[in-house]
């Protein structure tokens, strides 16, 4: 697996699907998210991600062809403690295969013990990770749901919801200096 922001590299072209309505196939073979979590992420990421047809389906996945796969997992890979979530990149491409860190976002949070704050934050989580997906955008953006970094505080904000997806941004101009810092980001 590589982190999709250790390399930059020119803007790819956005999947041909985009703009179609996609499935995101929730694996939680733990069981890290309580059914009312789930119910807020569902909710949350429906609304971040707006009209561009992306939902949560967390015990089946038998709707739709163009699927993109968010494994819910407790901690990351070694090396890369701290990262909230990932989207897997294979040579020149943005896979439809996130990774949600449930672990480390709720020590991110605080451990928040209110279950509509905790789905907002893995929605808005995996919403940045679909977003790379999407756009096919390895960078990061100034600001918006693509910036390098979220705050606990805009992770659990109520309303209205500071993120909705967008299409491509500019990159955030200070990222090629901060590429290896980033590595220890929230986000990347
Ligand atoms: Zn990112």
Redesign the pocket.
């Known amino acids: 697996m590589v982190k999709?922001?250790s390399i930059l590299i020119a803007l790819l072209t956005a999947p041909a699907a985009f703009g179609d309505s996609w499935t995101v196939c929730v694996t939680d073979t733990s069981a890290l998210l309580t059914p009312p979590v789930r119910g807020a992420a569902t909710r949350e990421f429906r609304s971040v991600m707006g009209g561009h047809g992306a939902g949560l389906a967390f015990d089946k996945c038998t709707k739709g062809r163009l699927r993109i796969h968010l494994l819910i997992k407790d901690e990351p890979p070694n090396g890369l403690e701290g990262v909230l979530g990932l989207a897997r990149r294979k040579r020149d491409r943005i896979e439809p295969q996130l990774q949600v860190f449930y672990g480390s976002l709720v020590r991110y949070l605080g451990e928040p013990n209110n279950a509509e704050a905790l789905g907002r934050a893995v929605a808005r989580v995996a919403a940045?990770?679909a977003a790379?997906f999407l756009n096919q955008q390895p960078h990061?953006c100034e600001r918006g749901l693509?910036q390098?970094m979220l705050s606990a505080y805009e992770l659990l904000a109520a309303e209205p919801s500071p993120f909705h997806f967008e299409p491509q941004c500019a990159p955030d101009a200070s990222e090629a200096q901060a590429t290896a810092t980033l590595a220890n980001a929230a986000?990347?």
């Open positions: 999709h922001v940045h990770e790379h990061h693509l390098a986000i990347p």
